[in-house]
């Protein structure tokens, strides 16, 4: 996915796990998230709760490879605004993320 984003201008920050996901963007207050839902230490359903406590205005998209309705209901009710299924095409992400982003700076 990183490949994705080398012709776009924006900073991205990776984490390894859930852990990592919380404490970055406690430190650097991100536009958007994208968060992978299996993940080690912290799955990205306990990432999305912690960090929505502290950043509900924050967009956060989930990635995953599974879409089955428990696991979607599961990434909603931890705060998610948005499941994308894995693999997805670069078109279709950057909509997705244009969309969040709009939507972000107009409630700010």
Do not use: W
């Amino acid at each position: 996915m990183k490949i994705y984003f080398q012709e776009i201008d924006v900073k991205l920050c990776h984490a390894a796990n859930g852990l990592e996901a919380v404490a970055q963007v406690q430190a650097e207050k991100p536009d958007i998230i994208l968060m992978d839902l299996i993940m080690p230490e912290m799955d990205g359903f306990e990432a999305t709760l912690a960090i929505k406590a502290q950043h509900p205005a924050i967009p956060l998209l989930a990635l995953t490879a599974h879409s089955f309705p428990r696991e979607r209901h599961q990434a909603y009710k931890a705060g998610c605004d948005e499941i994308i299924t894995k693999p997805i095409r670069k078109d279709i992400l950057f909509l997705i993320l244009k969309r969040h982003l709009a939507v972000n700076a107009e409630s700010k």
